[in-house]
Nanobody
Framework: QVQLVETGGGSVQAGGSLRLSCAAS????????MGWFRQAPGKEREAVAY???????SYADSVKGRFTISQDNAKNTLYLQMDSLKPEDTAMYYC?????????????????WGQGTQVTVSS
């Protein structure tokens, strides 16, 4: 069993920045991809960014150029640096891990999830 714990959410004004962290309970050596997802009230959970085990990184079009995903394997931690935040970025943000090969962009393909951290951006 893997536990993921997100931290770093909060409330900021538009244009501000936040850095989310996701600490894993053990080394994710066998994970195929790890990603950040978000879900706003009344909307489906969507992929924000993910990293594949070969180093490939992918971003949602809505966050390209503003968000940066990274990982520190020595600390078993995944990060999401969010800059130039917009009100439409307001959502609950989740970290997730997918051990097996498959579509990293689909939330239903992930096996492990954190509890989420709220990000609120005011105009």
């Amino acid at each position: 069993q893997v536990q993921l714990v997100e931290t770093g959410g909060g409330s900021v004004q538009a244009g501000g920045s936040l850095r989310l962290s996701c600490a894993a309970s053990r080394y994710m050596y066998s994970v195929y991809c790890m990603g950040w997802f978000r879900q706003a009230p009344g909307k489906e959970r969507e992929a924000v960014a993910y990293i594949v085990d070969d180093g490939k990184i992918s971003y949602a079009d809505s966050v390209k150029g503003r968000f940066t995903i990274s990982q520190d394997n020595a600390k078993n931690t995944l990060y999401l640096q969010m800059d130039s935040l917009k009100p439409e970025d307001t959502a609950m943000y989740y970290c997730a891990a997918k051990p097996r090969r498959g579509l990293c962009s689909r939330a239903d393909m992930y096996d492990y999830w954190g509890q989420g951290t709220q990000v609120t951006v005011s105009s």
